[in-house]
């Protein structure tokens, strides 16, 4: 069974830092490419952050620029976003997602490309 188990959101002040883990179990992760999207309260989900079959990242978003990164462990099977200087606009659940493609280096920002989700973790910016 293909499956991907977000993990590590929480409650931070503002100015803190989390790491959110993407684990996927059933496949392996550096066959897709691996987006982070992150949804709040009213307002339509949006791509953050892609990193592609060859490790290629992609920031789609100017807000989380300088302050959110992607990486990978191939070992683990694992992607993370490293998300620093954390602000009560990043309040949202965040969600990581795969991307079956064939061009090692694409990526998308379009929800609707992506073909395995996973439950979402929420994220608190909040003093």
Known sequence: QLQLVESGGGLVQPGGSLRLSCAASGFSLVRY????????????????????????????????????TVSRDTAKNTVYLQMNSLKPEDTAIYYCAALSVLALDYCSDYAGEYDYWGQGTQVTVSS
């Not at 892609?50 to 490790?55: A, D, Q, V, Y």
Request: with cysteine.
């Open 33 to 68: 490419a691996i987006g982070w999207f992150r949804q709040a309260p009213g307002k339509e989900r949006e791509g953050i952050l892609c990193i592609s079959k060859s490790g290629t990242r992609t920031n789609f978003a100017d807000s989380v620029s300088r302050r959110f």
